[in-house]
């Protein structure tokens, strides 16, 4: 919420409109290894652990200017911060108690000579926090980075108040949704009660209280007695940008509406009036929704918020919405009768469609204005990819727009639903990061919110952060992949090798779980959820819970393979070569046990009473089936349809082991499912084949990093992708043009069909070399630009 006089500033810096913060300023190295001088910081007399929206101030006088004034600045649940009126950032980046994170901020652009203030909005949602907000209790702090900002030390000459015109809303989401929605409330604003202006040099704190100390800072590996244990955010700020709302799609209540919508008119609602105003963004957003009105004294606006409107529970045709409705979270303001009041949830909002159902009292309302500020993690898409079929274009821009969605502190399972970070949606999400933007500071974190998740059994957790334990134990072994896949995209051993002890533990995990008679996994606990297709019993494949699952026992497979090339780089021989040991051993018991020779593919268990794509995908994936029968398996698993089927999340799976087996030209003709999403109105990727829960789901995104490495073939092909390997897989297609980042530059390839074979050109990066096949035959690849030639 903020005051007219904001407005100013906003439209005079955002018109343009792209907020774009790196966090690139430099922590005084003292600050990590001592106690800081700032205090935590809370508002006295209230319940520290509730709900509760505060608003904290320091106003003070320079008489010079510096060059830099850097502070570093953190909260508990959350903080927006101002200087002198002005949005400056937000955060803290979400973590955990143990690992809580400060953002270092140079706040000197901000400052001027004379009174100044430095304002922050901190917020706690108490009991109805999201699930991926962990908690201690309401505070906030600020600690300058030397002596001279020491100044602003966030400490009892604070001052602070509670905002009492909020009260949380929409707390039953998914009750009315049928389903598991854990974003956290919605706001309920009393303009009336507000603290208009609280943030400006020329409010009147005269009735603040005094800011209770709670406690001084201290950072990872001090302290004995920490409520958080700070560490420095190791991610971009997050970025805001002004996006218009596309259209109206319909309006009860109101003769006429003109479309305020442009910004450059407004739409009166009369006294005494009951509007409803449907408004289609055109494509799935995630965004901070804001809406400035003037007067309408004694009105209400209900903003719902939907990634499509349903009919009978279903949804359909996302583009048609005759005779359906809105149903979602929402949030609710009750203007104050002023004018250019502005409304902005505390929380990001993901949408399509927006319904404001205006009822005003004696007073009309004027709505100013009715946009989002879309925000995300900072990705800067640099890949490209063209072919002779256009419809891939769509499919390309609408998985790329499914991926930033699904971006922002942290890797996002689905941004309306849940906003969690899962290993299995994230390990492909990483690999569409990395080939499109080449950015893998996003990586990193995730990586090291697993490493930090951990359960005294080994495990990671099957989902952080988050405040309810979750463990998954086939999504350790993604977090296991997820390392091996960094190491081959990255040269960063310093950072890699923290994880092989973790790396060790999940795998021991399993190792004890395995059945000695049979040589497959025995019984396990937990959540054994390998994918949501219709089949299995939430998620879970037979064999999980009771033993001898031939799925899991093959992923486990597919993953000691990678964990024993990973050891062996690191000189760590013995372990590379047990778990090797290890995964021929169990490989070739679950095959044996597992495979079916009447229908030609694999069981899900040696009882061979269930049969699912997934089975065999793994089994072949793991190398546990021998070369020469991989193609005529992964042929039946095409083409069976009594086997259960792999959704979009596990056809990444199918495709890897069409790879494997040589079968990557079949990749084109498998992306039926992505058209069938577009033909239906999606304008991001689903969860699941529709009746779907989540329109956005990163996980079934993967043809922006399979256009790439499947189609184009680039592939890493030593670790730190020193070398490069280039195997086309066209399909059907007669021209592909595919352009990536590369940790040492760029990797461009152009290639036609010519006749039976192919001409054109590949360019890579300085000190990097590598290697083009096509149908078994091998040239090799220098740093630069080079013809491609194959008849």
Request: glycine residues 6%; neutral net charge.
């Amino acid at each position: 919420m903020m005051s007219s006089k904001k407005l100013v500033f906003i439209f005079s810096f955002i018109c343009c409109a792209i907020f774009s913060r790196a966090q690139d300023v430099p922590v005084n190295p003292e600050l990590l290894r001592k106690q800081w001088t700032a205090f935590w910081i809370s508002c006295p007399n209230v319940a520290q652990r509730d709900y509760g929206i505060y608003h904290f101030r320091k106003d003070f006088t320079l008489n010079t200017l510096a060059e830099k004034f850097i502070v570093h600045v953190s909260a508990d649940n959350r903080y927006r911060l101002f200087v002198n009126g002005k949005d400056v950032c937000n955060g803290p980046a979400r973590g955990d108690l143990y690992n809580w994170y400060f953002e270092s901020i140079d706040i000197a652009p901000y400052l001027k000579t004379g009174k100044n203030v430095i304002a922050a909005q901190v917020w706690n949602m108490g009991t109805l926090a999201p699930v991926a907000q962990i908690s201690n209790q309401t505070a906030f702090v600020l600690q300058g980075d030397t002596e001279a900002e020491s100044l602003v030390n966030t400490n009892s000459s604070w001052k602070v108040i509670e905002n009492k015109a909020y009260q949380p809303c929409s707390i039953d989401n998914g009750i009315r949704l049928k389903t598991y929605m854990v974003v956290g409330p919605g706001d309920e604003v009393e303009g009336s009660r507000y603290p208009w202006g609280w943030e400006r040099a020329d409010y009147n704190i005269a009735k603040w209280l005094k800011a209770q100390q709670i406690a001084n800072p201290v950072t990872a590996g001090y302290g004995t007695d920490n409520l958080w244990t700070l560490v420095p955010r190791n991610i971009p700020l997050i970025t805001e940008k002004m996006q218009r709302m596309a259209k109206i799609a319909r309006v009860s209540g109101l003769k006429v509406t003109n479309n305020f919508l442009s910004g450059k008119t407004s739409l009166t609602i009369p006294p005494n009036s009951k509007v409803s105003i449907l408004v289609d963004q055109n494509f799935n957003t995630v965004a901070y929704p804001e809406l400035i009105v003037s007067k309408g004294k004694g009105s209400s606006l209900k903003f719902t918020y939907a990634e499509a409107l349903f009919k009978n529970d279903i949804k359909g045709n996302r583009n048609d919405i005759a005779g359906k409705e809105i149903v979602g979270n929402f949030d609710v303001f009750h203007p104050d009768g002023a004018d250019k009041r502005l409304f902005r949830p505390l929380w990001l909002r993901t949408y399509r469609f927006i319904q404001l159902d205006i009822v005003t009292a004696a007073q009309p309302l004027v709505v100013n204005d009715f946009y989002g500020m879309q925000s995300g993690y900072p990705f800067k898409a640099v890949a490209s990819f063209s072919s002779n079929d256009q419809s891939l274009q769509e499919i390309w821009k609408v998985g790329w727009r499914t991926a930033e969605l699904c971006a922002g502190e942290t890797y996002y399972d689905c941004p309306y639903y849940e906003q969690l970070q899962y290993e299995g949606d994230t390990r492909i999400q990483a690999l569409i990061s990395l080939y499109v933007t080449g950015d893998d500071r996003l990586m990193r974190k995730a990586l090291l919110n697993f490493y930090h998740s951990r359960v005294p059994e080994g495990l990671t957790q099957g989902r952080y952060p988050s405040n309810r334990l979750q463990v998954i134990p086939p999504f350790s072994l993604y977090w296991v992949s997820m390392v091996h896949d960094y190491w081959l995209h990255r040269n960063d051993d310093a950072f890699l090798e923290q994880f092989l002890l973790p790396m060790e533990e999940v795998l021991k995990w399993y190792e004890n779980n395995i059945d000695p008679q049979k040589q497959m996994l025995g019984p396990m606990k937990w959540w054994n959820f390998t994918d949501w297709n219709t089949a299995f019993d939430f998620g879970v494949p037979d064999g999980a819970n009771d033993g001898n699952s031939s799925i899991i026992t093959f992923q486990y497979v597919y993953t000691l393979r990678q964990a024993a090339n990973v050891f062996k780089h690191y000189g760590k021989v013995e372990q590379a070569r047990h778990y090797t040991k290890l995964a021929d051993q169990l490989g070739a018991s679950s095959y044996k046990l597992c495979y079916d020779a009447k229908k030609g593919v694999v069981a899900n268990t040696p009882l061979k009473n269930s049969f699912s794509q997934h089975a065999s995908i793994m089994a072949v994936l793991s190398g546990a089936v021998p070369e020469a029968d991989e193609e005529e398996i992964l042929n039946r698993v095409l083409t069976d349809t009594t086997l259960s089927q792999a959704t979009f999340y596990y056809r990444f799976y199918l495709n890897q082991a069409l790879k494997k087996a040589g079968m990557a030209e079949l990749y084109y003709s498998q992306l039926e499912p992505w058209r069938e999403m577009l033909r239906n109105g999606l304008t991001t990727f689903a969860e699941n084949p529709d009746p779907t829960r989540s329109d956005c789901h990163a996980w079934s995104a993967s043809p922006n990093y399979d256009f790439l490495a499947t189609i184009c073939g680039i592939m890493p092909d030593a670790a730190g992708f020193k070398k490069v390997l280039i195997q086309p897989a066209l399909g059907e297609l007669n021209q592909v043009t595919g352009h990536m980042p590369h940790p040492f530059g760029t990797i461009d390839v152009s290639i036609k069909r010519v006749g039976d074979g192919i001409k054109g050109t590949v360019s890579l990066p300085p000190n990097v070399t590598g290697r083009f096949v096509w149908k078994g035959i091998e040239m090799q690849l220098k740093t630069g630009m080079q013809q491609i030639s194959f008849n």
